[in-house]
């Protein structure tokens, strides 16, 4: 079987971090907005528009005309995010992104209902573990993220029974937990005289674990929740061969908060 080169796919929500990646030579720039990206380090929520995504798109082809673009549309949504994700498709309509990333399989109807010609991306942060559950989706999703517990020769088997386009993250943190909780904004608020209810912007803590005292968590904190992100971050690069005879579509390098 003749090798591809695969996608090398990153993230950006800003406008140095999307002209970073560009320079460093990325395929793939995956747009975010924090409003819908449920762990993003960017902090959107003040604003009620999706101007932005526009902005950094057309600041991307003009660095890069053949940039790939996407938006990280991976919300757990509530009723409450359904207006703000019908905002955003008008605004991907017309700054022509039509692809968009999702964790949740639910939103693919919704979202195809209002943007019929958005080819759809499942990046689920867990699940997604075998042939059986990559080739239901395969019709559904034009790209599938494949879990980051998978081994080699699980990923090796998935690839060999599927013809469905697979990404694995070759670089950055591991998400262990999350939690709509806000546990920092609480215990700040809990030993503060001044008590407020509403969530704050987003914030990073560092975190001992009990189990491992010489090994520190990142505590991540956004207005849609907490997030544990493992003390050290995967990292291939070692491993280039075996990934490249994978043969996958995406290669998926994340730096967000970094």
Known sequence: MKK????????????????????????????????????????????????????????AKAQKHDIKLSFNLD????????????????????????TIRIQNPGLALFIKTYYPAATLTLATETGNLNSSSVNFYKDIFEVQSLSNELCYEEIKKISQTTSAKLEIQVHGPILIAQSPRHFISEHKNKNSKRHNTTPQPPLKRRIIDNDHPNKTLTFHENP??????????????????????????SWLIDARGE
Request: charged letters at 25%.
């Open 4 to 59: 591809k080169q695969p996608t090398i796919s990153t993230f950006a929500s800003t406008k140095s971090t999307l002209i970073t990646a560009i320079k460093a030579g990325i395929d793939h720039i995956i747009l975010e907005d924090s409003k819908l990206s449920q762990r993003s380090f960017s902090n959107d929520f003040e604003n009620s528009n999706f101007n932005k995504v526009a902005q950094l798109a057309k600041l």
């Open 224 to 249: 849609h929740g907490n997030f544990i992100l493992n003390f050290f971050d995967r990292s291939l690069i070692e491993h280039l061969p075996k990934l490249i005879d994978l043969n996958l579509k």
């Open 75 to 98: 919300i757990i949504p509530l009723k409450k995010h359904y207006p703000l994700i019908k905002m955003a498709l008008k605004t991907l309509k017309k700054a022509n992104i039509n």
